[in-house]
């Protein structure tokens, strides 16, 4: 889920965007990314209908330094 985040080109994506590119259920994926909320990986960021996600700004060189 991280590498689909950081590889998105404005590095934000949506649950569906997220079930899409892992060939998951939406409930699998927002349960993980309810624990990622609630550790403080990533952020929600409610536009309209759609709720966007993002790697917090102070974990993303860790991520990064993960995925290398």
């Not at 997220?18 to 536009?47: C, F, K, N, W, Y």
């Amino acid at each position: 889920m991280l590498s689909v985040i950081a590889g998105s080109p404005d590095g934000q994506v949506t649950v569906g965007d997220l079930a899409a590119a892992l060939d998951l259920r939406q409930p699998t994926i927002t349960h993980h990314v309810g624990i990622l909320v609630d550790d403080g990986v990533l952020l929600r960021e409610p536009r309209g209908r759609e709720v966007l996600l993002t790697i917090a700004p102070d974990r993303l060189s860790a991520v990064q330094d993960i995925l290398r």
